[in-house]
């Protein structure tokens, strides 16, 4: 969420960096609203002075035991424009919320000007993409052919966009997560986390899911409060939303977690873009990073971040490039994002595999996340950070992909090995 005091101060420079991010309109209407709010605050504060005094001189007429009825009466009629007040504040507020819930956060200076992903940086590249000596396959007739891969019998239990792992495939996607998760906690310095998969509405408003995301969550209702809960679309909700309306000692700063989780996503309006075998599904695996920082130490995190997800796709020696995304391809809440892009050589071109983000102090002020900082002073809103450490999934296709041999087999990368019982090469049955 914006700071209404930083739209209030220039609001033409919020509009030309919102315009940035495809968002072209006028703040006259949020501002309009936030010198209503001010004006109903400032009567409110002096009809309550008011009160405050006449409260002092009614008890001491009373203790002179004059009469202060009149006086009472007025204070009674007072009270009620001060309630009239504060309900017209508070509705005005939430008008201010809900127009503040809908916009994206600002990009960081250093992020490219474009309209569209064609604006985007690569920053670097690692790894050359191997040269086969045959057409390589795409992942989902490897993994049809291999008898690891199902997508037809996942449509039958559940829709289209399921896929079911059998045997060595489900082993595979295993080891991978906890590949990820033991070099991220024992080597990167991350506490891992386990979180629930479902959440209440306010945690997803807290990290920008909510409002604007609706037709793409799952959702249910609980039958006896009637409330929904979303199933998460990443980790990065529930472990952000941890210290939701809490203040954090500078010196416990910065936090770092992981957590593997299935993410839920209905992936609406994006039927035919890139959506065969496995890229996008409804239901897939992912190790996320979420850091939680103070202001000026955020975007050294964040290329320590990126860092962190490269190296596993180094230590699996998947090719891979880094680019910095432009303002119109950035994520709702991110002031900043780098994506990894493995190389598919099945696709013919890198896909995203990771995106790492800072949000600055975007969520924490949805959130209410703050930290007390160790020199004193107030307390100030965190930044924070999160990326895939990576979509398991898509690690399991670049595999399946860049592994691949003449006669269909692949062989697993040897640092997935020792979690493989030692097993080198996946052959059909």
């Excluded at 509405?201 to 979303?230: D, I, N, S, W």
């Excluded at 002073?377 to 990326?387: A, P, V, Y």
Aim: charge should be neutral; glycine fraction near 8%.
């Amino acid at each position: 969420m914006l700071d209404i005091k930083l739209i209030r101060e220039d609001p033409q420079k919020i509009e030309s960096a919102l315009r940035a991010r495809g968002v072209d309109l006028s703040l006259k209407e949020l501002l309009t609203l936030d010198a209503e709010r001010r004006n109903l605050l400032r009567d409110a504060e002096a009809l309550k002075a008011q009160r405050n005094k006449a409260s002092e001189a009614i008890g001491e007429a009373k203790r002179q035991g004059k009469d202060a009825a009149h006086e009472q009466a007025r204070m009674r009629e007072v009270g009620e424009r001060i309630k009239a007040l504060d309900a017209e504040t508070r509705s005005v507020e939430g008008k201010i919320e809900q127009w503040l819930l809908l916009l994206p956060n600002l990009p960081h200076e250093s992020v490219p000007v474009a309209a569209t992903a064609e604006g985007n940086i690569e920053t670097r590249r690692w790894g050359e993409p191997r040269r086969f000596a045959f057409g390589p396959k795409p992942h989902w007739e490897i993994g049809e052919a291999l008898g690891i891969l199902d997508s037809e019998r996942a449509s039958k239990i559940a829709k289209s966009r399921f896929t079911v792992l059998w045997g060595v495939g489900a082993r595979l996607e295993r080891a991978l997560i906890q590949f990820m998760l033991d070099l991220h906690t024992r080597e990167h310095g991350y506490r891992e986390v386990w979180v629930p998969h479902l959440v209440n509405a306010e945690t997803m408003r807290g990290t920008g899911q909510l409002p604007k995301f609706e037709e793409q969550l799952f959702k249910t209702v609980e039958a006896e409060e009637g409330r929904p809960l979303y199933l998460i679309p990443t980790a990065e909700v529930p472990l952000t939303a941890l210290h939701g309306g809490e203040i954090i000692p500078e010196a416990e700063l910065p936090k770092r977690y992981v957590a593997f989780t299935p993410c839920y996503r209905r992936e609406a309006g994006s039927y035919g873009q890139g959506t065969k075998g496995m890229i996008r599904q409804h239901q897939f695996d992912k190790v996320e990073l979420v850091k939680v920082t103070a202001p000026q130490n955020s975007y050294d995190e964040l290329e320590s971040m990126v860092k962190h997800a490269e190296e596993v796709l180094k230590r699996l020696d998947l090719p891979y490039r880094v680019m910095l995304l432009s303002t119109g391809d950035m994520g709702f809440a991110a002031a900043k994002t780098y994506d990894l892009e493995v190389w598919l050589p099945g696709q013919g071109k890198y896909r995203e595999i990771s995106s790492c983000s800072n949000c600055e102090g975007f969520q924490a002020r949805r959130a209410s996340i703050r930290y007390k900082p160790t020199a004193g002073g107030k307390t100030e809103f965190t930044h924070t950070l999160n990326g895939s450490g990576l979509a398991v999934g898509r690690t399991m296709i670049a595999v399946l992909e860049n592994c691949q041999g003449a006669d269909g087999s692949v062989v697993i990368p040897p640092a997935l090995r020792p979690y493989m019982d030692g097993l080198e090469r996946i052959t059909s049955a």
